[in-house]
């Protein structure tokens, strides 16, 4: 009796001291893996892929006759209005952690498209020929007359 008493608060000692030590062991990886954002937008993911699945089961059924024309457009716009605000959310989780990414994107399409422009503004036509003649020659270089 008494043997079968001390190993049971030996093993209850053990678990005690060990609880911690799993507790933190499990906190520490969760932390490590996903922030609370990255929970969040794992989340809406998830939500989306229902949707489209959603959607997606509801165009077989239709495609089958199980569902009517009128039910399937009723039921098409919820999903799809469904879909588009988590998709929006998506965006914005998304924008808020590249946001810096996405804003020198858009720089760099600025500049290209700015860069486009001064290319076609760099070349002039020959008034008297046609001859394409570049910004900053003086003269044409096919028939000499003066830009
Ligand atoms: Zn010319």
Do not use: W
Request: with cysteine; charged share 25%; net charge negative.
């Amino acid at each position: 009796m008494e043997t079968i008493l001390f190993s049971f608060i030996i093993g209850a000692c053990l678990f005690y001291i060990a609880q911690p030590y799993f507790k933190s062991q499990e906190g520490r990886s969760f932390g490590k893996k996903m922030s609370r954002g990255q929970i969040l937008l794992a989340d809406l993911e998830t939500q989306r892929d229902t949707i489209l699945a959603s959607i997606k089961d509801l165009e077989l059924d239709r495609e089958m006759g199980k569902v009517s024309d009128d039910d399937y457009s009723q039921m098409n716009a919820l999903f799809r209005h469904d879909a588009v605000g988590v998709l929006q959310q998506i965006d914005a989780m998304n924008g808020s952690s590249s946001g810096k990414a996405a804003k020198r994107k858009a720089v760099e399409t600025e500049l290209k498209s700015l860069q486009d422009s001064k290319k076609s503004q760099a070349k002039l036509t020959c008034h008297q020929c046609g001859n394409t003649v570049a910004i900053d020659d003086l003269f044409c270089n096919h028939c000499g007359t003066e830009v």
